[in-house]
């Protein structure tokens, strides 16, 4: 079993296999969700200070904030399994 690494931004690499969804930061259930993070110790924010354009939801309940949009975190992961697939 290969594990699937994705490039979120400025360096930073979330397991592919460890993501439930990357969601947009913009509607108030999810700022809910963030500020909830915060307050229990569960939140990484990998935007080094700039706004956040994708919000990642992990199966282990952390929640990892990115300054790169969602659609392009999600080409990131279907760009890699169209390699993977076309290597084997």
Do not use: C, D
């Given at each position: 079993m290969q594990?699937?690494?994705i490039n979120?931004?400025?360096?930073n690499i979330v397991?592919?296999?460890r993501v439930i969804a990357i969601i947009?930061?913009?509607?108030?259930?999810?700022?809910?969700?963030?500020?909830e993070a915060r307050d229990s110790g569960r939140l990484i924010d990998a935007t080094y200070g700039r706004r956040?354009?994708?919000v990642i939801i992990t199966d282990s309940d952390h929640?990892?904030?990115s300054a790169v949009q969602p659609e392009?975190?999600?080409?990131?992961?279907d760009t890699q399994d169209a390699r993977e697939e076309n290597e084997s």
């Open positions: 594990i699937k690494l979120i931004g400025f360096g397991s592919a296999g947009s930061p913009e509607s108030a259930p999810i700022k809910r969700i963030i500020q956040t354009r994708a929640v990892i904030l392009t975190v999600a080409n990131r992961v």
